[in-house]
C-alpha cells in the first residue's frame, strides 16, 4: 500500500536563507522561521510572466515546429 503525503507537509526552503524552515501563515503567506522572508503567493512576483501568457506562448511554440 502507498500513502501519499499532502504536498504541503514537506518542509519548503527558503529561497533567500537556503533553510527548510518555510511555515504558511493563512492561505497564501508563507514565512522562514529562519531568516523572517515573507512572500504572498496571492500577489504576482515582480518581472513575473502572468501563466495564460506562458500558456499561449508554448501553444504557438508548438504550432511553429509542428
Same mark, same amino acid.
Given at each position: 500500500? /502507498? /500513502?501519499?503525503?499532502?504536498?504541503h507537509s514537506?518542509?519548503?526552503?527558503?529561497? *533567500?536563507?537556503?533553510? #527548510? $524552515?518555510?511555515? *504558511?501563515?493563512?492561505?497564501? /503567506?508563507?514565512?522562514?522561521?529562519?531568516?523572517?522572508? #515573507? #512572500?504572498?503567493?496571492?500577489?504576482?512576483? $515582480?518581472?513575473?510572466?502572468?501563466?495564460?501568457?506562458?500558456?499561449?506562448?508554448? /501553444?504557438?511554440?508548438?504550432?511553429?515546429?509542428?
Amino acid at each position: 500500500m /502507498i /500513502i501519499q503525503i499532502p504536498e504541503h507537509s514537506h518542509p519548503m526552503e527558503c529561497p *533567500q536563507c537556503g533553510k #527548510r $524552515a518555510i511555515v *504558511q501563515e493563512g492561505s497564501s /503567506i508563507y514565512t522562514c522561521l529562519n531568516c523572517s522572508f #515573507r #512572500r504572498d503567493v496571492s500577489e504576482p512576483v $515582480a518581472g513575473q510572466l502572468p501563466t495564460w501568457l506562458l500558456l499561449v506562448t508554448g /501553444i504557438f511554440v508548438v504550432l511553429i515546429l509542428l
